[in-house]
């Protein structure tokens, strides 16, 4: 069993930077691909990025050049540096990991995630 715990979101403004973190136990970190989705009020939970557990990583078009997954495996932590936030970033960002040792197969599809964090809500003003 994984547990995992997002910490990081909070109100800012447009234009804005962030940086979620989602901290891991329960597992051998390393050999986890761990992704971050997002759901807005009203819409379908939505693919942000992940990283696998060799260091590939996958973005989604609307955050590619402006968001960054990265992993710190000593801190069995993950990151998503959030920059030139926009309105419609406004979200609850989840954090999800699959493993031990998947490819790189659908990485945006939610329903190949395991195990999944409480969320941290994001909203960003204009």
């Known amino acids: 069993q994984v547990q995992l715990v997002e910490s990081g979101g909070g109100l800012v403004q447009a234009g804005d930077s962030l940086t979620l973190s989602c901290a891991a136990s329960g597992h051998t970190f390393s050999s986890l691909s761990m992704g971050w989705f997002r759901q807005a009020p009203g819409k379908e939970r939505e693919f942000v990025a992940a990283i696998g557990w060799s260091g590939d990583t996958l973005y989604a078009d609307s955050v590619k050049g402006r968001f960054t997954i990265s992993r710190d495996n000593a801190k069995n932590t993950v990151y998503l540096q959030m920059n030139s936030l926009k309105p419609e970033a406004t979200a609850v960002y989840y954090c999800?990991?699959?493993?031990?040792?998947?490819?790189?197969?659908?990485?945006?599809?939610?329903?190949?995630?395991?195990?999944w964090g409480q969320g941290t809500r994001v909203t960003v003003s204009s």
């Open positions: 999800a990991a699959r493993g031990p040792y998947t490819s790189g197969d659908f990485y945006d599809s939610p329903r190949t995630y395991n195990y």
